[in-house]
């Protein structure tokens, strides 16, 4: 324990001194010109790679390429996002919804991306929301977030959303512990009252929709980070934890007494039998699931009230636990699925199981006694070798396929390839500063392409201009293809990336959509063409049916708003070409923007405060007339008697009988596309 | 037997030709590419006997919105009733050369190749006015006035207008149109040595 501790201090000590000296020379001497050759992405080249980076504190995600580093795009997920109108659109709204209610704001941590046979297909992608326990699905020929579901009766859904081979589910679970069913307890009954779940999440393999299948209700622990098995150990998830004290206060000392904590492990292929027997319980609860409807368009929310929950008391041979050294953080299983990588973060050594060695110690029962039922399989039994004092706090391991792992230090800093069947180290280079999550394009799966490593460093410091106190995080490209690692390149990463993954890029290029056909657009609100644009007043509320095409919105001219009103913009992009978005943005609008993308309908809330003529332009730059497509719309004040008129380049229309006549094609329309 | 052979070369010869004057309903005859450097790879448009397409689905209403700056009229093939009789014409020219089969005249060759030979020419020179007119009727009061007020892609060749680099040359269907009235030609000829 005290030579722990030691190493520890001397680990900190050592992050003050790197800081301090600074490090501008050892940074020269790594990035040579052949360096900066191999990050060179020429102009009007693309990257090799897509880079899916989590955004951490942003709730959003954010699309690199590499090798070059380049920012592609930010993907709105868990956050509002005014810059295209996400959550604020009336389309978009409804993909906030909670059990809390509209939730704005989330933490996202861990990037899935699809896989079929083990390996990623390209299709969607998947990430975690921490803080309201939430899963978003980003569709990856659009690059939208097209469903998002709640996870009921967990609390930081940290460990998630982990994958297995063919997509089957996403395995999470409850970073902290907490009353379930939540209810008022002192919270130093938590040995009593605080439980954790594992949840299974099934994903539609054609749609790609989630629906919580079943929870596994487990000892009150913190569930840290997941993988799932693959080839032979498909079927089984391994699941670190730490606070296997059940201490609620001052969780860095109470928390890390144990000289080991537990693995779970869990034979999900056993869960799914124990549901088909019916061996659950069912238990009343809320949460949401929000899903974009693919012909509308339009997201739809739905409150869900009952969870299956399987006790593993009620089903033996589904849930084990084995001993792992000290507070582990990321456990990684390696291309073959025969070993297992437990990073003991505060562990001086890294142990390394085997699945078939752990197969046997269930059929011979080679247990330790067991935690709530649950048995304890021997540790000796399980461990196919040891890392021997490979550095100084082990966090997150991926592999190359050529039989290498590297696994990041977050005390010592640095990234360090070891041979997974010798346990041999191979390598180490420092990073700059402190690691926290590593990838490889397709470092979790089956057959990763073993040619870059990216470190997403959690402390930047002096490697950068600075930008006040507050600074960019760090990653950092290495060259794996030869025996050592060779850094290439420094990029700043936008929020804070946890996990990231990373893809060749020929799996999604080839899909990704350029515009949306208008002739599939079924949105209940869509103007199909210039001449159908109109407005219509139902009470306080007007609905303007409003198109966009170089260079103008039609109507352009509106009068007969009046203070009080609640307008509607829907707004349909009649543009057929690629990159042609229009965007949409009223003076004295509370909310945000629209972006459109051609072929697509959005819509925008509008609530004119006082009287006047107010102007609305397109955001967009689209052509060379781009600052001419604007328009007015006028306002009287409440109880005047203006009417609704509408027009381009022409003396206002007031239609009433026509604008009747589409309105009711329009509800004809979203009835067909229910 | 060698004399059998020879005597039947004149009709395989225009039957050959009768399909490859089928080709122009399978490949376009016109090809009119609009170099950008917003535009990477070009637009392309495509003339064919009945229809215009392109190198997109949307080629039309792309291109009519860019036209629309200077005020070229819109570029509806709706309202181009040449799509519409000249596939009657193709079709009725194929009849005539299985006709021509059938009579195996010298002459009846020659008159048809001169038919299809006139017919093509009218047809460039009818693709001309349109371009003519096209390039000639701008709105006065487009956005960007042209220079000139004259905005004609080249019929047969390659210009620069504006931000594009236009070029306009035969396709493949043109390619087979040509080839039949040589195959009609080469008819006659050996019906005639025969």
């Known amino acids: 324990m005290k030579t722990h501790f030691l190493n520890y201090v001397a680990g900190l000590s050592l992050i003050f001194l790197m800081a301090s000296c600074g490090n501008g020379s050892e940074t020269s001497q790594v990035l040579g010109g052949s360096a900066a050759e191999q990050a060179y992405v020429a102009p009007g080249e693309y990257d090799e790679f897509y880079a899916f980076m989590s955004g951490g504190y942003s709730g959003q995600i954010t699309a690199y390429g590499l090798p070059s580093g380049r920012l592609l795009k930010e993907i709105?997920?868990?956050?509002?996002?005014?810059?295209?109108?996400?959550?604020?659109?009336?389309?978009?709204?409804?993909?906030?919804?909670?059990?809390?209610?509209?939730?704005?704001?989330?933490?996202?941590?861990?990037?899935?991306?699809?896989?079929?046979?083990?390996?990623?297909?390209?299709?969607?992608?998947?990430?975690?929301?921490?803080?309201?326990?939430?899963?978003?699905?980003?569709?990856?020929?659009?690059?939208?977030?097209?469903?998002?579901?709640?996870?009921?009766?967990?609390?930081?859904?940290?460990?998630?959303?982990?994958?297995t081979e063919n997509s089957e589910y996403l395995v999470s679970g409850t970073r902290f512990s907490v009353p379930i069913p939540q209810k008022d307890v002192p919270i130093d009954t938590y040995k009593?009252?605080?439980?954790?779940?594992?949840?299974?999440?099934?994903?539609?393999?054609?749609?790609?929709?989630?629906?919580?299948?079943?929870?596994?209700?487990?000892?009150?622990?913190?569930?840290?980070?997941?993988?799932n098995g693959k080839g032979k150990s498909h079927g089984w998830s391994f699941l670190t934890t730490y606070n296997s004290e059940q201490e609620h206060s001052l969780l860095e000392v109470n928390a890390s007494q144990k000289d080991k904590d537990l693995m779970a492990v869990i034979n999900w292929k056993k869960a799914e039998q124990y549901m088909e027997e019916g061996k659950f319980t069912e238990r009343q609860t809320s949460y949401f699931?929000?899903?974009?409807?693919?012909?509308?368009?339009?997201?739809?929310?739905?409150?869900?009230?009952?969870?299956?929950?399987?006790?593993?008391?009620?089903?033996?041979?589904?849930?084990?636990?084995?001993?792992?050294?000290?507070?582990?953080?990321?456990?990684?299983?390696?291309?073959?699925?025969?070993?297992?990588?437990?990073?003991?973060?505060?562990?001086?050594?890294?142990?390394?199981?085997?699945?078939?060695?752990?197969?046997?110690a269930i059929e011979d029962k080679n247990f330790d006694g067991d935690f709530d039922g649950i048995p304890i399989i021997n540790y000796e039994a399980a461990l196919d070798g040891i890392v021997k004092k490979p550095g100084l706090g082990p966090l997150h391991t991926e592999f190359d396929g050529r039989g290498n792992a590297y696994t990041t230090f977050f005390i010592s800093s640095e990234v360090v390839k070891w041979d997974v069947e010798s346990k041999e180290i191979l390598d180490r280079q420092p990073t700059f500063y402190s690691p926290g999550h590593l990838v490889i394009p397709g470092g979790e799966t089956k057959k990763p392409d073993g040619k870059y490593l990216v470190a997403m460093n959690k402390i930047t410091k002096d490697r950068y201009l600075p930008t006040g106190p507050e600074l960019a995080h760090s990653a950092q490209l290495f060259d794996i293809s030869g025996d050592k690692m060779k850094l290439i390149l420094d990029f700043p990463t936008k929020g804070e990336p946890h996990y990231a993954q990373a893809i060749a890029a020929d799996k999604i290029q080839p899909n990704s959509v350029k515009f949306y056909d208008i002739e599939q657009n079924k949105h209940p609100h869509a103007t199909l063409g210039e001449s159908k644009t109109r407005v219509e007043r139902d009470g306080d509320e007007v609905h303007v049916y409003m198109t966009a095409i170089r260079s103008h919105l039609a109507p352009d001219n509106i009068e007969g708003f009046k203070v009080g009103d609640n307008v509607y913009f829907h707004l349909t992009n009649l543009e057929q070409?690629?990159?042609?978005?229009?965007?949409?943005?009223?003076?004295?609008?509370?909310?945000?923007?629209?972006?459109?993308?051609?072929?697509q309908t959005r819509t925008l809330l509008w609530e004119p405060k006082k009287p006047g003529v107010f102007a609305f332009y397109c955001t967009d730059f689209c052509s060379a007339l781009h600052q001419e497509m604007s328009g007015y719309a006028r306002v009287s004040p409440k109880g005047s008697d203006v009417p609704i008129k509408w027009g381009l380049n022409e003396k206002l229309r007031e239609n009433e009988q026509a604008a009747h006549d589409f309105y009711e094609k329009a509800k004809q329309n979203a009835n067909i596309g229910k | 037997m060698s004399l059998k052979q020879k005597s039947r070369l004149p009709q395989l010869l225009m039957l050959i030709g009768v399909l490859s004057l089928g080709a122009v309903f399978l490949f376009p005859l016109w090809q009119i590419t609009l170099d950008a450097a917003q535009f990477p790879g070009g637009l392309k448009m495509h003339i064919w006997i009945n229809k215009i397409s392109g190198s997109e689905k949307n080629i039309i209403q792309n291109i009519n919105i860019l036209n629309h700056y200077i005020g070229m009229q819109y570029i509806e093939p709706d309202s181009i009733p040449e799509l519409k009789y000249f596939p009657m014409v193709a079709y009725v020219m194929m009849a005539l050369g299985?006709?021509?089969?059938?009579?195996?005249?010298?002459?009846?060759?020659?008159?048809?190749?001169?038919?299809?030979?006139?017919?093509?020419?009218?047809?460039?020179?009818?693709?001309?006015?349109?371009?003519?007119?096209?390039?000639?009727?701008?709105?006065?009061?487009?956005?960007?006035?042209?220079?000139?007020?004259?905005?004609?892609?080249?019929?047969?060749g390659e210009k620069d207008l504006l931000n594009f680099y236009v070029t306009s040359y035969p396709h493949l269907g043109s390619g087979f149109l040509g080839l039949s009235s040589l195959l009609a030609l080469a008819a006659y000829w050996f019906k005639r040595k025969s």
């Not at chain 1, 009252?193 to 913190?222: C, R, T, W």
């Not at chain 1, 690629?578 to 072929?599: S, Y």
């Not at chain 2, 190749?113 to 009818?126: K, N, Q, S, T, V």
Request: charged letters at 20%; hydrophobic letters at 40%; one cysteine or more.
């Open chain 1, 76 to 163: 709105p997920v868990f956050s509002k996002y005014p810059e295209n109108g996400y959550g604020y659109s009336e389309e978009t709204k409804a993909m906030f919804n909670t059990s809390y209610g509209e939730v704005p704001w989330d933490d996202s941590h861990h990037i899935e991306l699809s896989q079929t046979d083990g390996e990623f297909d390209g299709r969607w992608l998947f990430v975690n929301g921490n803080n309201t326990p939430r899963i978003a699905r980003v569709d990856l020929k659009t690059f939208e977030t097209v469903e998002i579901l709640e996870i009921p009766d967990v609390a930081g859904l940290h460990c998630a959303p982990f994958i």
């Open chain 2, 98 to 156: 299985l006709i021509s089969l059938a009579i195996n005249k010298a002459w009846v060759y020659l008159t048809w190749f001169i038919i299809i030979a006139i017919l093509g020419a009218l047809g460039i020179y009818d693709f001309y006015l349109w371009l003519y007119d096209y390039g000639h009727n701008l709105d006065p009061k487009a956005p960007i006035k042209v220079e000139g007020m004259t905005y004609m892609p080249p019929l047969l």
């Open chain 1, 577 to 599: 070409d690629w990159d042609v978005p229009h965007g949409f943005a009223i003076q004295g609008a509370t909310n945000a923007e629209l972006l459109v993308m051609p072929g």
């Open chain 1, 192 to 227: 009593k009252n605080f439980k954790g779940l594992i949840n299974y999440v099934s994903v539609d393999p054609e749609h790609g929709h989630m629906e919580l299948a079943f929870q596994i209700e487990m000892p009150g622990f913190n569930y840290d980070l997941a993988r």
């Open chain 1, 289 to 360: 699931h929000n899903l974009m409807n693919e012909e509308t368009t339009i997201a739809e929310s739905e409150e869900k009230t009952l969870t299956k929950i399987l006790d593993p008391k009620d089903c033996p041979d589904m849930v084990y636990f084995i001993p792992v050294p000290k507070s582990p953080h990321g456990c990684d299983v390696d291309p073959t699925g025969e070993y297992i990588v437990g990073n003991g973060k505060l562990s001086a050594d890294m142990s390394v199981y085997s699945f078939d060695k752990i197969m046997q």
